[in-house]
């Protein structure tokens, strides 16, 4: 017995020496020359942009039987690989539970994380991430069945139980939302999306709740999506947005930029179809988006028509919407997610 | 760590948590800390480990004395039975005990009652349960009855060796066992009653019971699915310890007269013990770890609780993921330390 006691107490020492060690090894990597970026490197010479995904959320991240992934969240990786890489196929997915994925980050298995993941102060100053901007507004809402008799919060009674994903923001709002109803409800917290869906829709929870776009794209899943409806009610922000590892500034504005300009394209016209044309644009805003003005991509070392492959290889936001979310029946009403000059609340500052 | 922006230190623990825990066997709320939340998910691992050892027992020691039973049918059931469920990846056994349990249970308004007020349904198994009046006194009786055997016992045992003297140790030990926490009921102000399950609606087609003891499904699967897993090994351990024990024990224990079952109970298990209980520990070990799947079906256990949602919650990836490691570590070895004890105990002391 107390051999073993030793045995075990040197393999502990061993491995926090080598612990202390590695550590030691990413502080000295931290003397960073201005402009250059670790990551762009690292991503130029692997070939591939390094992107962590849902593991299955139609519209934002999700592959077809072929290992297609197509989505929202996964056109900002391919903007970001178009704008480095000259190619938005060279995106490497990592499909990631809610739970996994900001180690995923932070431990440098990924370099952006496009999964629907809310920004809130915690996770922006607390956890070693950098959110870098907003491509969903949306809020958190709950399901039932439609025979349920429930059509509004407000019929929810005690004792009701509710199916969600553990390390969600989800959890924390649902704890704020039935504590200040003085509602005593059962939380059935799973770590994988899928097993969420499969529990409720075996009726093992009166609703689910998380993200109404997550609500409104695990609905096709259910084995009748007919049978349920989302609660007209939305208790939380949940501004979606991709997020970076802490400490490469140059990494940080190249995927905030690559935002941005799907962004601002949609703002001025610009499309995968024009965008060659609308290089000889009268406004040199829209010149400056397709590369035919400036020097925009000169700041964060990039060539000039960094921007430009963007909108042609990936399109602009619009387009992105459209193509995943809208035309696929998920939520064919922009709502909120509509440009600020068209009533929405999408405004981004200007690339210029 | 410095560059990737993660600061270390273990003083969330005192923070509060602002997550609710489905099913919990202590007092917890949101409202407490994270100390408190490791604890909640530390005593659900320790339930379900707990209940899924001495299921895992009972069934493994059945089946390993049928695969030496002289009826056909029965050795080969439990043959089979052992082929089957060792060889099935336990993450598979668990989900197919959840999920076949969903789609097979009623829901709570349609479910019929077992034995009166019993109910078994998708939402939990639910059953009448004892309410204590006094419930410190009465434990504090069973304590004194305990403590009362123990001198009884010392008492006897020198009786015995001084004076020659027996005394019905094990009578005495029964009566005190039962006449002082009886006596609570007289003079100690200890009552218990009882309440049943009360169906109740939520709304149009939802319904559960409210009242009674509530054991939640995750819980259920979860027990079943480890102790049919691990007790098909624990079957193997006590097959492979009978067979130990020579022939010659068994001819001469039926030469004297002694039937199948005073054989097994007289000669062969206590000797097979020592062999069984060796490799047996390991399968508790195994079983406690395995339960660390239990994330999987939404029970919340350690690593569902700490290691998963706390981790998320404050992003204390290495502090918590140490304090869980170490827990195991210290949850194997108590095992260990008392599996080794209890085999040194009933080891053949050489004279
Ligand atoms: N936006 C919330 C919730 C995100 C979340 O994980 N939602 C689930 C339910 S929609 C999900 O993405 N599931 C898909 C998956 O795990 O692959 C957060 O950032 O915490």
Same mark, same amino acid.
């Given at each position: 017995?107390?051999?073993?006691?030793?045995?075990?107490?040197?393999?502990?020492?061993?491995?926090?020496?080598?612990?202390?060690?590695?550590?030691?090894?990413? +502080?000295?990597?931290?003397?960073?020359?201005?402009?250059?970026?670790?990551?762009?490197?690292?991503?130029?010479?692997?070939?591939?942009?390094?992107?962590?995904?849902?593991?299955?959320?139609?519209?934002?991240?999700?592959?077809?039987?072929?290992?297609?992934?197509?989505?929202?969240?996964?056109?900002?990786?391919?903007?970001?690989? +178009?704008?480095?890489?000259?190619? !938005?196929?060279?995106?490497?997915?990592?499909?990631?539970?809610?739970?996994?994925?900001?180690? !995923?980050?932070?431990? /440098? #298995?990924?370099?952006?994380?496009?999964?629907?993941?809310?920004?809130?102060?915690?996770?922006?100053?607390?956890?070693?991430?950098?959110?870098?901007?907003?491509?969903?507004?949306?809020?958190?809402?709950?399901?039932?069945?439609?025979?349920?008799?429930?059509?509004?919060?407000?019929?929810?009674?005690? /004792?009701?139980?509710?199916?969600?994903?553990?390390?969600?923001?989800?959890?924390?709002?649902?704890?704020?939302?039935?504590?200040?109803?003085?509602?005593?409800?059962?939380?059935?917290?799973?770590?994988?999306?899928?097993?969420?869906?499969?529990?409720?829709? +075996?009726?093992?929870?009166?609703?689910?709740?998380?993200?109404?776009?997550?609500?409104?794209?695990?609905?096709?899943?259910?084995?009748?999506?007919?049978?349920?409806?989302?609660?007209?009610?939305?208790?939380?922000? #949940?501004?979606?947005?991709?997020?970076?590892?802490?400490?490469?500034?140059?990494?940080?504005?190249?995927?905030?930029?690559?935002?941005?300009?799907?962004?601002? +394209?949609? #703002?001025?016209?610009?499309?995968?179809?024009?965008?060659?044309?609308?290089?000889?644009?009268?406004?040199?805003?829209?010149?400056?988006?397709?590369?035919?003005?400036?020097?925009?991509?000169?700041?964060?070392?990039?060539?000039?028509?960094?921007?430009?492959?963007?909108?042609?290889?990936? /399109?602009?936001?619009?387009?992105?919407?459209?193509?995943?979310?809208?035309?696929?029946?998920?939520?064919?009403?922009?709502?909120?997610?509509?440009?600020?000059?068209?009533?929405?609340?999408?405004?981004?500052?200007?690339?210029? | 760590?410095?560059?990737?922006?993660?600061?270390?230190?273990?003083?969330?623990?005192?923070?509060?948590?602002?997550?609710?825990?489905?099913?919990?066997?202590?007092?917890?709320?949101?409202?407490?800390?994270?100390?408190?939340?490791?604890?909640?998910?530390?005593?659900?691992?320790?339930?379900?480990?707990?209940?899924?050892?001495?299921?895992?027992?009972?069934?493994?020691?059945?089946?390993?004395?049928?695969?030496?039973?002289?009826?056909?049918?029965?050795?080969?059931?439990?043959?089979?039975?052992?082929?089957?469920?060792?060889?099935?990846?336990?993450?598979?056994?668990?989900?197919?005990?959840?999920?076949?349990?969903?789609?097979?249970?009623?829901?709570?308004?349609?479910?019929?009652?077992?034995?009166?007020?019993?109910?078994?349904?998708?939402?939990?198994?639910?059953?009448?349960?004892?309410?204590?009046?006094?419930?410190?006194?009465?434990?504090?009786?069973? &304590?004194?009855?305990?403590?009362?055997?123990?001198?009884?016992?010392?008492?006897?045992?020198?009786?015995?060796?001084?004076?020659?003297?027996?005394?019905?140790?094990?009578?005495?030990?029964?009566?005190?066992?039962?006449?002082?926490?009886?006596?609570?009921?007289?003079?100690?102000?200890?009552?218990?009653?009882?309440?049943?399950?009360?169906?109740?609606?939520?709304?149009?087609?939802?319904?559960?019971?409210?009242?009674?003891?509530?054991?939640?499904?995750?819980?259920?699967?979860?027990?079943?699915?480890?102790?049919?897993?691990?007790?098909?090994?624990?079957?193997?351990?006590?097959?492979?310890?009978?067979?130990?024990?020579?022939?010659?024990?068994?001819?001469?224990?039926?030469?004297?007269?002694?039937?199948?079952?005073?054989?097994?109970?007289?000669?062969?298990?206590?000797?097979?013990?020592? &062999?069984?209980?060796?490799?047996?520990?390991?399968?508790?070990?195994?079983?406690?770890?395995?339960?660390?799947?239990?994330?999987?079906?939404?029970?919340?256990?350690?690593?569902?609780?700490?290691?998963?949602?706390?981790?998320?919650?404050?992003?204390?990836?290495?502090?918590?993921?140490?304090?869980?490691?170490?827990?195991?570590?210290?949850?194997?070895?108590?095992?260990?330390?008392?599996?080794?004890?209890?085999?040194?105990?009933?080891?053949?002391?050489?004279?």
């Amino acid at each position: 017995m107390f051999k073993n006691i030793k045995k075990i107490l040197s393999l502990l020492a061993v491995a926090s020496l080598v612990f202390v060690y590695s550590c030691d090894q990413m +502080a000295g990597k931290k003397n960073q020359k201005k402009g250059a970026s670790k990551t762009v490197d690292a991503t130029k010479k692997s070939g591939f942009v390094k992107c962590g995904v849902s593991q299955g959320l139609p519209g934002f991240s999700n592959a077809d039987a072929s290992g297609n992934w197509t989505g929202v969240d996964v056109d900002i990786c391919r903007a970001v690989a +178009a704008a480095v890489l000259g190619d !938005a196929d060279k995106v490497k997915y990592t499909p990631l539970s809610a739970k996994e994925r900001f180690t !995923a980050l932070t431990s /440098g #298995e990924i370099d952006v994380l496009s999964r629907n993941t809310t920004w809130t102060l915690s996770r922006d100053a607390d956890i070693g991430l950098t959110f870098v901007g907003v491509n969903f507004y949306d809020g958190q809402g709950f399901m039932v069945r439609k025979n349920s008799g429930i059509n509004s919060v407000d019929d929810f009674q005690n /004792g009701i139980s509710a199916c969600t994903n553990i390390g969600t923001t989800t959890e924390l709002n649902m704890r704020d939302f039935f504590n200040s109803r003085n509602i005593s409800y059962e939380p059935v917290a799973f770590e994988k999306a899928d097993e969420v869906v499969a529990a409720y829709d +075996a009726g093992r929870c009166d609703t689910y709740t998380t993200d109404k776009s997550g609500l409104a794209a695990q609905r096709t899943k259910m084995s009748n999506p007919d049978e349920h409806m989302v609660l007209p009610e939305t208790i939380s922000k #949940e501004p979606l947005g991709p997020v970076v590892r802490q400490g490469d500034s140059v990494w940080e504005d190249i995927v905030r930029w690559s935002l941005n300009v799907m962004i601002e +394209a949609e #703002e001025y016209g610009i499309d995968s179809q024009n965008a060659d044309m609308m290089k000889s644009s009268d406004n040199p805003a829209i010149k400056r988006l397709v590369g035919a003005e400036g020097e925009l991509g000169a700041a964060f070392g990039l060539d000039n028509e960094w921007s430009l492959r963007i909108i042609k290889q990936v /399109g602009n936001y619009g387009e992105s919407y459209k193509r995943n979310i809208a035309d696929t029946g998920i939520l064919p009403d922009r709502g909120p997610n509509e440009l600020w000059t068209k009533g929405g609340i999408l405004y981004v500052p200007p690339a210029r | 760590m410095a560059t990737r922006g993660i600061d270390f230190g273990y003083g969330f623990l005192t923070q509060e948590s602002s997550f609710d825990v489905q099913f919990s066997l202590i007092e917890y709320s949101g409202s407490d800390s994270y100390a408190r939340a490791y604890l909640v998910g530390l005593l659900n691992t320790l339930l379900v480990s707990i209940l899924g050892i001495i299921f895992c027992t009972i069934l493994g020691v059945i089946v390993g004395i049928a695969r030496l039973s002289p009826n056909y049918l029965i050795r080969t059931t439990a043959a089979w039975y052992v082929e089957f469920f060792r060889n099935i990846p336990l993450l598979l056994q668990i989900f197919f005990w959840y999920y076949a349990a969903l789609r097979a249970l009623p829901l709570p308004q349609e479910a019929d009652p077992m034995l009166g007020s019993f109910y078994l349904t998708i939402k939990g198994f639910y059953t009448p349960s004892l309410v204590w009046i006094n419930l410190d006194i009465f434990i504090y009786s069973v &304590i004194a009855a305990i403590v009362a055997i123990v001198f009884v016992r010392l008492y006897a045992k020198k009786l015995r060796e001084n004076q020659g003297k027996h005394i019905p140790v094990l009578n005495i030990s029964i009566t005190i066992l039962f006449i002082l926490p009886l006596l609570t009921f007289f003079i100690g102000g200890v009552n218990v009653t009882y309440e049943l399950p009360v169906l109740k609606q939520l709304a149009k087609t939802s319904f559960i019971f409210e009242g009674g003891l509530s054991i939640p499904p995750e819980l259920l699967s979860l027990v079943i699915a480890l102790s049919l897993y691990t007790a098909t090994f624990i079957a193997e351990c006590v097959r492979a310890g009978i067979e130990g024990i020579s022939k010659g024990q068994r001819e001469a224990a039926a030469s004297i007269g002694l039937n199948r079952k005073q054989i097994l109970n007289l000669i062969i298990m206590p000797q097979a013990l020592r &062999i069984i209980i060796p490799p047996a520990t390991n399968q508790y070990l195994n079983l406690t770890k395995n339960s660390s799947l239990a994330a999987a079906i939404a029970y919340p256990d350690l690593v569902l609780v700490f290691a998963g949602t706390a981790l998320m919650q404050t992003g204390k990836a290495i502090e918590i993921v140490s304090i869980t490691m170490l827990t195991y570590l210290t949850l194997s070895l108590l095992i260990s330390l008392l599996m080794n004890w209890y085999n040194a105990r009933i080891a053949i002391v050489e004279k």
